[in-house]
C-alpha cells in the first residue's frame, strides 16, 4: 500500500500536505463511482420519476410522460427501478418470454407496441406474481444490472420508475446513474408539501434538478354531466409550487378508461394530453 494511504486510514486527520494521487481523497472528491453503461447503451438522458410516498400514481405518470416523448419522435426506454412493484411490464402487456440476450452477460430491453424500449425484474422473472424480498444491497445491484448489463442501444430519453419514498434504491439510482433531472408526482392532498419537500431534499442533497411536480388524480369530470368532481379535495400543489418555486409540468384527471387500457396492457394505444408542460420543460432543458 502506498504510504499517502497509510497514512490515511491510520489518522484519523490526515496531516500531508497534499491529497494528490490519493484515492481515499478522490472517493470523497467524486462520491461513490457511477455504474458503467452498457458499451451496447448510448442514452443521451436519464430522468427519473419520483413519490414521496406510495399509491400516486407515479408508473402511469412514467408511462404516459415515456408515450408523450416518443409521440414526439424521440427515442425512449424506461428502466422499472421499482423492483418489488414493478407495473410497467403489464401496463404495456409485456412478459419475461420476450426478454432476449446477447450473451451471458448483455440483455436486450423488450419493446412496446408504440416503440419504448423496457426493462424491468418482471421481464427476468418467469412468475410475475413472486414476491421480491430482497433487501437494499441485492436492489441496488439489479438496478447495475439494469443499466450496465442492459444493450439500451440509442435513447433520447430513459426514464427511471423509482419505488416510492426516498430508501435505498433510489439512492442507488440518484447515486449510480447519470440522472439529470427528476419529476416528482403528487396527489391533491394536505400531505403535498411533506412529500414534495422530502422527495425535493433528496434530489438537492444529491445535487440533482427537479424538472417539475405533475400532479395524478387532481379530477374526475363526470362522464353524463361533464361537471368536475375534486375526488381527493382541493389541490394544495400551485401553493406548493409557489413556496418552492417548482413548476407544475401536468395536472392528470382520473379517467376509468386510462385504468382499463392500462389493466388490459394496452398502453401503448394511451394517449394523455395533459402532460404537455412536462414535454416542453423535458425538450427545452434535456436537447437532443
Ligand atoms: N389518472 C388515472 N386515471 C385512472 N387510473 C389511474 C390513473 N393513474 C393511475 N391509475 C391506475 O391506478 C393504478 C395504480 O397506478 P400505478 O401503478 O401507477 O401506481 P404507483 O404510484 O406506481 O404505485 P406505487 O406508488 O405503489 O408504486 C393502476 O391501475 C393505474 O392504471
Redesign the pocket.
Known amino acids: 500500500m502506498a504510504q499517502k494511504d497509510q497514512d490515511c486510514q491510520e489518522a484519523s486527520s490526515c496531516s500531508r500536505s497534499s491529497c494528490e494521487g490519493c484515492p481515499e481523497h478522490e472517493k470523497e472528491a467524486h462520491g461513490p463511482q457511477k455504474f458503467p453503461q452498457n458499451p451496447g447503451s448510448f442514452v443521451k438522458h436519464v430522468i427519473g420519476v419520483v413519490?414521496g410516498?406510495?399509491?400516486?400514481?407515479?408508473?402511469?405518470?412514467t408511462a404516459s410522460l415515456a408515450n408523450a416523448l416518443v409521440k414526439a419522435g424521440h427515442r425512449v426506454g424506461i428502466l422499472d427501478a421499482?423492483i418489488t412493484?414493478p407495473?410497467i411490464p403489464k401496463?404495456y402487456g409485456l412478459t419475461a418470454d420476450q426478454t432476449r440476450a446477447v450473451d451471458e452477460h448483455t440483455l436486450l430491453p423488450v419493446t412496446t407496441a408504440n416503440g419504448i424500449k423496457v426493462m424491468s425484474l418482471n421481464l427476468i422473472i418467469q412468475d410475475p406474481e413472486q414476491a421480491v424480498i430482497w433487501r437494499g444491497p441485492i436492489l441496488g445491484q439489479v438496478i447495475q444490472q439494469f443499466w450496465s448489463d442492459v444493450a439500451w442501444g440509442q435513447l433520447d430519453y430513459l426514464l427511471v420508475?423509482m419505488?416510492?419514498g426516498t430508501g435505498d434504491v433510489p439512492l442507488t439510482v440518484f447515486q449510480s446513474l447519470p440522472v439529470d433531472g427528476i419529476f416528482i408526482?403528487t396527489s391533491p392532498q394536505d400531505l403535498v408539501r411533506m412529500i414534495v419537500a422530502k422527495a425535493w431534499n433528496m434530489a438537492q442533497m444529491m445535487k440533482i434538478p427537479v424538472l417539475g411536480m405533475i400532479e395524478?388524480?387532481s379530477y374526475l369530470k363526470c362522464p353524463d354531466c361533464g361537471k368536475i368532481i375534486k375526488v381527493f379535495g382541493e389541490s394544495h400543489i400551485d401553493e406548493v409550487s409557489k413556496s418552492t418555486g417548482l413548476e407544475v409540468c401536468g395536472n392528470?384527471?382520473?379517467?376509468?378508461d386510462?385504468?382499463q387500457l392500462?389493466?388490459e396492457g394496452r398502453f401503448a394505444e394511451m394517449d394523455v394530453d395533459f402532460l404537455d408542460g412536462a414535454l416542453k420543460k423535458v425538450e427545452s432543458t434535456l436537447t437532443v
Not at 410516498?53 to 405518470?61: E, I, W
Not at 392528470?252 to 376509468?256: D, E, F, L, S
Open positions: 413519490s410516498k406510495g399509491g400516486v400514481g407515479k408508473s402511469f405518470v421499482d412493484g407495473s401496463m420508475d419505488p416510492p408526482v395524478n388524480y392528470i384527471p382520473i379517467n376509468p386510462y385504468a392500462a389493466d
